[in-house]
């Protein structure tokens, strides 16, 4: 899992596509040590894997009011490669789910807030999907 992300930020250096910057050790918000992180106040996600920050940060939007991504400590429980949202009849590509009633890393606007959903641009969606594992852990500030 994570050797595939080091592949893929070395091919991307190699042909000129940017990796986002990693954060430095203070800007780091979470706890946690594997899995993801999201600080819903700055709009903002890591990877991170064996205590150090592998991926981010990377902007995101996240549930507008009404419709707030929760906070806490939640497993990753499923992925779904191209997934659809039944209620908001729209597209959930790269989903990586985290609680049980739905809430997902997925591919989705970076200027319209979700529904409670955390959206990410193309390229962060697919790393995200490809280095979570099921029961990792993602950790949500505010």
Known sequence: MRI??????????????????????????????EGACL????????????????????????????YETPTGTFPVLRKVRNDWSIPYNAPMPYSTYFTSDGIAFHEGSLTDPSHGCVHLSNEA???????LLVGEQVQVVP
């Open 39 to 66: 600080r819903l106040s700055t709009n903002e996600a890591w990877l991170v894997f064996n205590g150090s920050v592998s991926y981010g940060p990377v902007p995101v939007t996240h549930g507008r009011p009404g």
């Open 125 to 131: 969606a697919i790393v995200f999907y490809d280095n």
């Open 4 to 33: 595939l992300g080091t592949v893929v930020a070395a091919l991307a250096l190699a042909t000129g596509f940017a990796i986002p910057a990693q954060a430095a050790a203070s800007d780091y918000p979470c706890t946690i040590a």
